[in-house]
Nanobody, 124 residues
Framework: QVRLVESGGGLAQPGGSLRLSCAAF???????MGWFRQAPGKEREFVAA???????LYGASVKGRFTISRDNAKNTLYLQMNDLKPEDTALYYC???????????????????WGQGTQVTVSS
C-alpha cells in the first residue's frame, strides 16, 4: 500500500515558476510515476510521466515548460513548472503507475495510487 502526499502548490504570477513534490510513505519500487491535473468542470488531464529508469513523457500543453524527475532513494517525485500560464491553474495529483514502463496511453487507468492533490493557481 502506497500513500502519496503532494506539496509545493500555491499562487504564482504568469511567467513564474513552482516546483511540486510528491513524497511516498513507502518505496516507489520499480513503477513509473506520473502527474495529472484537473480544473473545475474539466476532465483530468495528463501532465507528465517518468519510468523507473528515467524515461519521460509530457502532455502537449506543458512540453517545453515542465520537467518531471524522481529521486528513488528518497521516494520523491518532482514537477518543475516554468513559464506558468493562467491555463495551468488546477489541482495537481501525483500517481504511482502499475508498471515500470511509461504509460503511453496517458490514462488515469494506468495508475494505481493517487495523492490528495496540491492546488496551483496562476494569476496576476
Amino acid at each position: 500500500q502506497v500513500r502519496l502526499v503532494e506539496s509545493g502548490g500555491g499562487l504564482a504570477q504568469p511567467g513564474g515558476s513552482l516546483r511540486l513534490s510528491c513524497a511516498a510513505f513507502e518505496s516507489f519500487a520499480s513503477n513509473a510515476m506520473g502527474w495529472f491535473r484537473q480544473a473545475p468542470g474539466k476532465e483530468r488531464e495528463f501532465v507528465a510521466a517518468i519510468s523507473w529508469v528515467g524515461n519521460t513523457l509530457y502532455g502537449a500543453s506543458v512540453k517545453g515548460r515542465f520537467t518531471i524527475s524522481r529521486d528513488n532513494a528518497k521516494n520523491t517525485l518532482y514537477l518543475q513548472m516554468n513559464d506558468l500560464k493562467p491555463e495551468d491553474t488546477a489541482l495537481y495529483y501525483c500517481a504511482k503507475g502499475k508498471v515500470a514502463r511509461l504509460p503511453e496511453k496517458r490514462s488515469p487507468d494506468e495508475y494505481e495510487y493517487w495523492g490528495q492533490g496540491t492546488q496551483v493557481t496562476v494569476s496576476s
